[in-house]
């Protein structure tokens, strides 16, 4: 599950051209942290699950890999 979410927040990421800081900034938390999801060294919270989906516009379950469609 580590695998998908950080490559599937770096993508929605990019998608958006967006910096890590920006994305970090938006959901109420240090880029070091957000740095730590996109690596893979630590997952988020279910609260920052939810941000991260609200903020790309995704599901959870899409960011977790339970589904395919965003």
Known sequence: MEILVRERLRELRKEE?????????DIGIFEQQYQKYERGASLPN???LW??????????DYLIGRSEER
């Open 51 to 60: 941000k991260l989906a609200d903020h790309f516009g995704v599901s959870v």
């Open 46 to 48: 279910l609260e920052n």
């Open 17 to 25: 051209c967006e910096t890590q800081v920006q994305v970090a900034t």
